[in-house]
């Protein structure tokens, strides 16, 4: 069984710039949630993504946008960074939206924006 | 924002000593969830408790639930040098999607 993998490990971007963030979810997993964490607090949800469509998103602004392919991997964008997207981005699959079930993190991407 | 507070913020101990720690939360929920993180890397689950169940044990790890007081703690015994991480309480509302609230975590140091 392969666990959650996320790519880039590490990324430094400059303020204004866009940056892509990928996940491949757990193999038998269709759900995969996204979470940005800031240095010195817990993780806070951006969105989830079940069978391609973002069915749950949490309180952050338009330009952190996201995909879901049909193998179940999905990607993170954030367009026009900004200093405060510095953080560590995670993302977490699950069978199914219920909640009922564990979620599964990745290992994180280290955004750093200068 | 947090859903709620972990308690303590950072605590210190010695090997074979038992760890405990707090969690609070504001709203009704659907299952409480605890993870461990080392070094800012990703979250390891450790264990689920149901808004049903009051107790739960998985090895070492034994986590209580008590949701008159929306509170949970979880509790390591004989705790290890290895068990030096960041902890959290996550909770898992009644939304029909599996958003997770986390608090803002208990930094746990055993020392050797």
């Known amino acids: 069984e392969t666990g959650v993998t996320q790519s880039p490990t590490h990324l430094i971007k400059t303020r204004g710039q866009q940056v892509t963030l990928r996940c491949s979810s757990q193999?038998?997993?269709?759900?995969v949630s996204w979470y940005q964490q800031a240095l010195g607090q817990g993780p806070q949800f951006i969105f989830q993504?079940?069978?391609?469509?973002?069915?749950g998103r949490g309180n952050f602004p338009p330009r952190f946008s996201g995909l879901q392919f049909p193998n179940y991997s999905s990607e993170l964008n954030v367009n026009a960074l900004e200093l405060d997207d510095s953080a560590l981005y995670l993302c977490?699959?699950?069978?199914?939206?219920?909640?009922?079930?564990?979620?599964?993190f990745g290992p994180g991407t280290r955004l750093t924006v200068l | 924002s947090q859903q709620g507070e972990e308690d303590p913020q950072a605590l210190s101990i010695q090997e074979g000593e038992n760890a405990t720690m707090n969690c609070s939360y504001k709203?009704?929920?659907?299952?409480l969830q605890w993870y461990r993180q080392n070094s800012g890397r990703g979250l390891v689950h450790l264990i689920l408790?149901?808004?049903?169940?009051r107790e739960k044990h998985s090895g070492r790890l034994r986590v209580t639930l008590d949701t008159s007081k929306k509170s949970s703690s979880l509790l390591i015994t004989a705790s290890r040098a290895a068990d030096t991480a960041s902890y959290f309480c996550?909770?898992?509302?009644?939304?029909?999607?599996?958003?997770?609230?986390f608090g803002q975590g208990t930094i746990l140091t055993v020392h050797p």
């Open positions: 977490a699959s699950s069978s199914g939206t219920s909640g009922r079930d564990e979620q599964f």
């Open positions: 193999s038998g997993h269709n759900t």
């Open positions: 993504y079940y069978r391609e469509e973002e069915n």
């Open positions: 709203t009704s929920i659907n299952n």
């Open positions: 408790i149901r808004s049903n169940e």
């Open positions: 996550a909770t898992r509302g009644g939304t029909s999607y599996g958003k997770l609230t």
